[in-house]
Structure formats: C-alpha cells, structure tokens
C-alpha cells in the first residue's frame, strides 16, 4: 500500500550460474517499485477522476496521444505574407500522457535500481551469476506486466489466448545487439575475436575468396558478402543445439545481475549486451467481464520449452472446470497440474510428455492468477 493506493505484485526470477541475484531481486525489487510508485501517488490519486485517466490541460478522448496545436506568434499582426504585420503561426506537438505510462516508467526504474544495487553489493554479499524477472502488478484496475528475460505470461479469456509477454532471447533482439557494436562504435566489446554480423552457418577457413550469405543489424532479409580473413571471427550470436547464445555463453539477454559474467577463457564482459530494461504490457481488467476460469498464467521458461501456449491454456481451463468453484486452491492446483505435464512420465526413454515428447528437465515455476473482479487477485 502506497500513502492509501494499494496494489498487489507477483514476480517470478529465473536465476542461472548461481542463485544469488535471484533471491536478492526476490526480497528487494518489490520495494523498489514501491519507491518508484511513491511519487506518482499525487498524480494517480487525481487520475482516477479523469475518464480517459489522461495528464494535460484537456482530457484525451481518443486512443491518439498526440494533438496539434495551433499557436499565434507574438510577432506580428494582419499583413501581406512575410510582412512584419502577418499573424505567424506554428504547429507543434503537444503530447498527452496518461497515467498509465507513468506507472509503466516507475516499473522500468525500479528494474535498472535493483540492477544497480546487485552491481552495487554483489562483492559484500556474495551475489552470484543473473537472473530473469517477470513481474505483475495490479493497480486501479489494471494489471501491468514486465518481463525481463524468457519467463512469459498469457491472459486466457473465455478461451482466447491474450499474449502478455515477450520473450527475449538473441534471436529475438539479434538486430539490437548488432546495433549496440555500430551505433557506438565499440568493437572492442568484441575483443577481436568475435563478429556482429550473422551468417546462416558457421563458416570454416577453406571458404575464403567465396561469397557467403550474411546480414547486419539494419537488415531482415539475407545479402551475400565476399568472405575474407575478417569474416573468419566467431559470430556475436551462435546456435548450440536448440538455442541462441550471446558469444557462446548466454541464452538470454534481458534480466538482472550478470555483472561479472565473461566469455569462457577469455577477458571479453557480456554485460554490455545484456539489458535490465523489462517489457511492460498492460491489461485493462474492467474492460473486460471474466469468468471463474479466466486466469493470468506465468510461467518460467522451463514450462513454455515444452508446452505451447494453447496446451497451457487447455490444461488450465480443463483443470479448473473439474474443481469445485468454492475451493480456494483450485488455481494452486491448477498450476501443479501443468508442472507435472511439462514433467511428463517415466518411460523406457526418459520422462516423456504427450505425443512422446521429451519433458522439461528445466526448473519450472508457475502461478495462475484468477482474473473475475469478485476475487481479490490473492
């Protein structure tokens, strides 16, 4: 609670190479959202008075944030065009912000003030390796999603699927990695052994003097280049077995901690690639009616490896349509229930989930948040 605004927050952290970052962003981030949403407290107490909950002189009526104004100059009066007497006139933009992204601003804070304090006070206390966060928060209606990493979250809704969540990984944000090295300039992120420019395989010394395909940051398609000794440098981003990694090393490049992380073997840091900026995508529950079984599910990326976002959303509904209505944990059950099918069953050839499929041996954790307003969404 907030000087009276209460709100309410889950989070799911992912750690790797230690667990340290995550417990510390599991006891701490909470509070720096708290602190981040202190000093809106003013702003949104106000709002809620405010139909389109909109900040500007005149409420915004319509999805458009930006107006054209019109405005006289203070030189000048009626006259012949380009004379001192012509009334000048300007248009400028004039946005309108509504509350909404202040929240989603104070959400962003909060992630790069709990990266900060971990790269603060990893030494004293001993905090090891990164972690993914994805976190929710419900406030005067709304639910606001942030996710930083490959956790995920989906809305299911009468049936519908409502992504809430992106994940980010170094084939989903290749072209920003790409760019970080051009638009600033620094190849020695790269310690000359790596290159920013991605090939469709990897290439071996006897291709020299040949063309091969590539592309750069600025590009989606595919163009060919002259291969020479350059060329010959590990790529920025690699595919081992199933996944993406930053210089061989991380499959995700958005999260917390990771101050220490290096190249294996080597003096290169990965965190320059890495970002702490999460994701936000909000969700207007009065908007909408939902029903017992219209929940928000999140889910760390060892679920999501093995299980589509329509068989989560299935699993749950089904699940939750056998409960008794009145039982109280019938979405904790819910949530056991698709861990155990991304776990799968013991057979002959390992753990193995519907159609034969390998099941996750991936840590999972998962939380099913009932979405009708008759709950408190606790």
């Given at each position: ?133 994805l976190i929710v928060i419900y406030l005067l209606g709304k639910l606001y999603v942030g996710n930083a990493g490959d956790s995920r979250a989906i809305i299911i809704r ?55 395909l590539y592309r750069d940051f600025n590009m989606t398609g595919w163009e060919f280049i002259l291969f020479d000794e350059n060329r010959l440098l590990l790529p920025l ?46 969700y207007d529950l009065l908007q909408h009616e939902h029903g017992a079984d219209d929940a928000l599910v999140l889910a760390t990326d060892g679920l999501w490896d093995v ?72």
């Amino acid at each position: 609670e907030t000087d009276g605004i209460t709100f309410y927050y889950w989070a799911l952290f992912d750690g790797h190479a230690g667990a340290g970052a995550a417990v510390m962003a599991s006891k701490l981030l909470q509070h720096h959202v708290v602190e981040q949403l202190q000093d809106l407290v003013d702003i949104l107490k106000n709002s809620t008075s405010l139909p389109p909950t909109c900040l500007g002189d005149e409420p915004e009526t319509t999805s458009n944030s930006r107006t054209l104004t019109r405005a006289a100059s203070l030189r000048g009066s009626v006259g012949a065009p380009g004379s001192p007497s012509t009334p000048q006139t300007r248009f400028f933009i004039e946005k309108k912000i509504t509350y909404e992204y202040l929240v989603i601003g104070a959400i962003e804070n909060a992630f790069k003030e709990m990266d900060s304090q971990i790269e603060r006070e990893r030494t004293s206390y001993i905090v090891t390796g990164g972690c993914t966060a994805l976190i929710v928060i419900y406030l005067l209606g709304k639910l606001y999603v942030g996710n930083a990493g490959d956790s995920r979250a989906i809305i299911i809704r009468n049936g519908e699927i409502i992504p809430m969540s992106s994940e980010f990984t170094p084939e989903t944000e290749r072209q920003r990695l790409q760019y970080l090295l051009v638009a600033y300039m620094q190849p020695q992120l790269l310690g000359n052994e790596f290159t920013h420019l991605e090939f469709p395989r990897r290439v071996q010394r006897k291709e020299l003097g040949k063309k091969m395909l590539y592309r750069d940051f600025n590009m989606t398609g595919w163009e060919f280049i002259l291969f020479d000794e350059n060329r010959l440098l590990l790529p920025l981003i690699s595919k081992e077995e199933k996944r993406a990694r930053v210089m061989a090393t991380i499959g995700v490049t958005r999260g917390l901690g990771d101050h220490d992380l290096k190249v294996h073997d080597s003096n290169i840091h990965i965190k320059p690639f890495l970002s702490c900026t999460p994701e936000v995508r909000v969700y207007d529950l009065l908007q909408h009616e939902h029903g017992a079984d219209d929940a928000l599910v999140l889910a760390t990326d060892g679920l999501w490896d093995v299980l589509s976002n329509e068989e989560v959303a299935d699993a749950i509904t089904n699940f939750l349509a056998n409960c008794d209505p009145d039982d109280p944990h019938r979405y904790t059950l819910a949530a056991q229930d698709v861990v155990m099918r991304a776990r799968g069953v013991l057979k002959d050839r390992g753990w193995r989930i519907s159609n034969d499929r390998l099941g996750s041996g991936d840590d999972i954790s998962v939380y099913v948040i009932p979405l009708m307003h008759g709950n408190k969404l606790s």
